[in-house]
């Protein structure tokens, strides 16, 4: 994607700490719409803190993350940011998907309820308009015979799969995901980075948090690297992986590769 | 040697089996109406306490402190004074008081007597607090992923609540709460204690009439018995219907349930 798409999503010095341990240490990032950003890091860099952060799953401790300029989160107080009520967020939440590592299914529910449940009680559909919204996704991520399983029926990638078309049910403008791969078995994750890859093709804008270089090297447009809460280094996705500025990028990159 | 302690056997043993026959597979108007009473205090005490106990926990969840403390006071004064103390503090205790007095209301054809007013009242209050327990225990038992599903997707805690975290618990819920009401149709038989004339108390009026105390609360017994084994085979289709493919482990089927020294 160009540089000259506007700014999307945003993030300003954002400071996570959990206890007294910065788990994010001042992190900004502008991601343009339609652009794929791949965030790689070792574990404990706080790479999965900061993507929850954006959709405000982890409040912030500083700093600030907006979605077309609109806080996330927060508003102005008079004495500095003000937390907004769970309601207000939520609201806000809805204009960002979110795609799990552990898949988080709704285990009551069949794959088809799990994608048509937020669309019907959120955004007002019908059952009917709710359901073929559903179906549609199912279809798209190849998984149409599968509308009546319910979660545990399903292999881990199948799960991930109905996963992110009930992310996409809301119509999200931006997508995060959340190592979507790292708790499957290996012969899933092709499955689940293919749909992926077609959303990124499609001009989806998408951050996603992940070891499969394989993915950010065809379909990312940006990889950040980051260690010890800070972003180390990121560049278009060909350089980063082949010709890395700093030597902890270069190791990392060595290690995950074997 | 002192015969002060003659084991009574020497008598002969005192038992009427007749008189058990007729009190188990005849039993009187009285006793039946008794026996149909413990049933339907036991079944509204136990939905009203249910509905409480979701209230009482949902409490306990919200966001407004006061709330939370109101939630957690009420289970702690409940679960921490004997039911039977209970039961005579709303009905002798507050007419006692001048406070308030449960009288009868007529309801078209129906009359719904004060005293059984105050029982469903009391048994249903007092429930509340241990379905509250149980409710929580529930909702702690669900993944914290199901939540931030919710969540991300932009529900508010309200529809998460409802709609995620709440169906999931009702399973989890289905055993305990077999268990409770279980329970419940036992402790009926503290209601004789505020002149409530259910199962328990008109076993003893007919005692003090026949002194055949050990057949007649045998008999009881034998009833109790029956009601929570018909129980038994509610709650096991209960559960089995709820069983879905989410549930990896089946509910104990009847057999198991009768004599697997289940608690209760």
């Known amino acids: 994607m160009t540089a000259a798409a506007p700014v999307l999503l945003e993030a300003r010095d954002v400071v996570k700490r959990f206890g007294d341990r910065p788990a994010v240490d001042g992190v900004s990032m502008k991601i343009h719409r339609g652009e794929t950003v791949v965030i790689i890091g070792p574990s404990g860099s706080g790479k999965t803190t900061f993507l929850r952060c954006l959709n405000h799953l982890e409040p912030i401790d500083a700093g600030d993350v907006l979605i077309d300029g609109t806080s996330v989160g927060y508003r102005e107080g008079r004495r500095g940011p003000v937390e907004l009520s769970p309601r207000e967020v939520a609201v806000t939440r809805r204009r960002i998907g979110f795609v799990f590592q552990r898949f988080n299914l709704f285990a009551h529910l069949s794959a088809l309820d799990n994608i048509a449940l937020a669309p019907r009680n959120l955004l007002g559909l019908s059952r009917m308009d709710a359901e073929e919204r559903a179906r549609q996704l199912l279809a798209r991520v190849g998984l149409a015979d599968k509308e009546a399983s319910r979660p545990a029926q399903l292999s881990g990638g199948q799960q991930q799969r109905v996963a992110i078309a009930r992310a996409l049910a809301m119509r999200p403008e931006v997508m995060l995901f959340d190592e979507p791969t790292s708790a499957l078995d290996p012969e899933m994750v092709s499955e689940v980075i293919a749909v992926m890859r077609e959303l990124a093709e499609e001009g989806m804008t998408m951050v996603v948090v992940t070891h499969e270089m394989g993915f950010a090297r065809a379909a990312a447009d940006r990889i950040v690297m980051m260690d010890a809460g800070r972003i180390l280094e990121e560049g278009p996705a060909a350089e980063m992986i082949s010709d890395p500025v700093h030597d902890r990028t270069r190791r990392f990159l060595t290690q995950i590769a074997h | ?264």
């Not at chain 2, 998460?160 to 268990?179: D, E, F, H, K, Y």
């Not at chain 2, 034998?222 to 069983?243: D, H, K, S």
């Open chain 2, 1 to 264: 040697m002192i015969h002060g302690a003659l084991p009574l056997a020497a008598d002969g043993l005192n038992f009427d089996w007749s008189f058990l026959a007729r009190s188990i597979f005849h039993p009187s108007g009285p006793f039946l109406h008794g026996l149909v009473r413990t049933v339907y205090i036991s079944v509204l005490a136990q939905a009203l306490g249910t509905l409480g106990g979701l209230a009482v926990e949902l409490a306990r969840r919200s966001r407004w402190k006061p709330l939370r403390r109101a939630g957690a006071t009420y289970v702690w004064l409940i679960r921490g004074t004997p039911l039977l103390v209970q039961l005579v503090i709303v009905y002798n205790g507050l007419a006692a008081l001048n406070l308030y007095r449960f009288t009868d209301i007529t309801l078209g054809p129906v009359v719904i007597l004060g005293v059984v007013q105050a029982a469903v009242l009391t048994l249903a209050m007092n429930e509340a607090a241990y379905m509250a327990e149980i409710i929580r225990a529930a909702l702690d038992a669900i993944d914290v992923g199901q939540k931030e599903a919710a969540v991300a997707l932009g529900m508010p805690p309200a529809m998460t609540m409802r709609l995620v975290l709440l169906p999931q618990a009702a399973r989890i819920c289905v055993p305990p709460l077999g268990n409770e009401f279980n329970l419940m149709m036992k402790s009926t038989s503290l209601l004789s204690v505020i002149g409530l004339q259910e199962m328990f108390l008109t076993a003893q009026a007919i005692n003090s009439a026949t002194f055949k105390t050990f057949e007649i609360f045998l008999t009881v017994a034998v009833y109790y018995l029956m009601l929570t084994t018909i129980w038994g085979f509610v709650q096991g289709w209960i559960e089995r219907r709820f069983a879905g493919p989410t549930q990896a482990v089946s509910s104990p089927r009847l057999r198991e349930r009768l004599f697997a020294g289940s608690a209760a």
